[in-house]
């Protein structure tokens, strides 16, 4: 019996009218009344779980509306705040609940008219992107991150040798990683990668820079194409070379041999050997 109500009245006379209810609350008003229920009966100060039911804010302020399960669906809160990390003018973490996604809902003074999300639930039926089995080891967290709904993610690893930080597109297909450990930075894709800029770009390395290509390998500007180096420069093919201007072409060098193993060929409609 969790509330009962006595009349008396010159026609029924004496009567007694009882409520029969399970230890949660019966209605909002009271799962947010932390002051006058103990906390064994499943009361948290004030905490209830809800169920995003509406995320189109007419406002556009990236709130939700809520409906408490346990309450019928008949019953939804009013727009609900967000509390986000790093939140501000023009800033924060953008991470807007999903409808039917489970919430952690808590009401300012108690008022039910004025919710706001603390934090999204798993749960048995919305499980982590990730076991605990898998993320977990040598006694601490290995991997923490974010992953979207399609499958975008942005891992971290702290597991010992094999640190990295990486965006990642579904089934890692495309991803860039930085590791610290091999001082590494690496661009990954089974697909095509561009990189436009309007400026200059510039490929610059301490060391050695290598180009390779699986395929063909084109080099164009519509400008002049420059090409210096400070010691050898040697251009060989395993097949037909051609080099062709479209005007003069100057070949210099305070040394210069042309040899064929074959036969070789000067051919012009003036040659002048000097």
Not at 5 to 12: D, F, N, V
Not at 194 to 202: A, F, L, M, S
Not at 203 to 232: P, Q, R, Y
């Amino acid at each position: 019996v969790t509330a009962s109500t006595h009349r008396m009245s010159a026609q029924e006379g004496y009567t007694t009218s009882f409520v029969v209810g399970g230890r949660r609350s019966m209605t909002l008003a009271e799962a947010v009344d932390s002051g006058s229920k103990p906390r064994e009966l499943g009361y948290g100060g004030g905490v209830v779980v809800g169920l995003v039911t509406d995320n189109n804010d007419p406002e556009d302020l990236c709130r939700v509306k809520v409906e408490f399960p346990w309450l019928g669906d008949s019953v939804e809160s009013d727009w609900a705040r967000i509390a986000a990390p790093g939140s501000g003018s023009g800033r924060g973490m953008l991470w807007l609940p999903e409808v039917g996604d489970e919430v952690l809902v808590a009401f300012e003074h108690g008022d039910i008219h004025r919710p706001y999300v603390l934090g999204g639930l798993w749960n048995s039926k919305d499980k982590p992107p990730a076991k605990n089995s898998q993320i977990t080891g040598a006694g601490g967290v290995n991997f923490r991150g974010i992953e979207s709904r399609e499958g975008l993610k942005l891992l971290i690893s702290d597991k010992s040798g094999e640190r990295y930080i990486g965006i990642m597109g579904p089934g890692d297909d495309s991803r860039v990683v930085v590791r610290p450990d091999d001082e590494l930075l690496q661009i990954l894709s089974n697909g095509d990668i561009t990189i436009t800029g309007p400026g200059k770009i510039t490929l610059d390395g301490g060391g050695d820079v290598e180009i390779k290509s699986g395929g063909n390998l084109k080099i164009e500007a519509t400008g002049d194409i420059e090409i210096s180096a400070g010691g050898s420069l040697d251009i060989k093919s395993a097949a037909a070379t051609s080099v062709e201007a479209g005007r003069d072409m100057d070949i210099s060098g305070i040394q210069v041999t042309i040899e064929a193993s074959a036969i070789a060929n000067l051919k012009g409609s003036i040659v002048n050997i000097n």
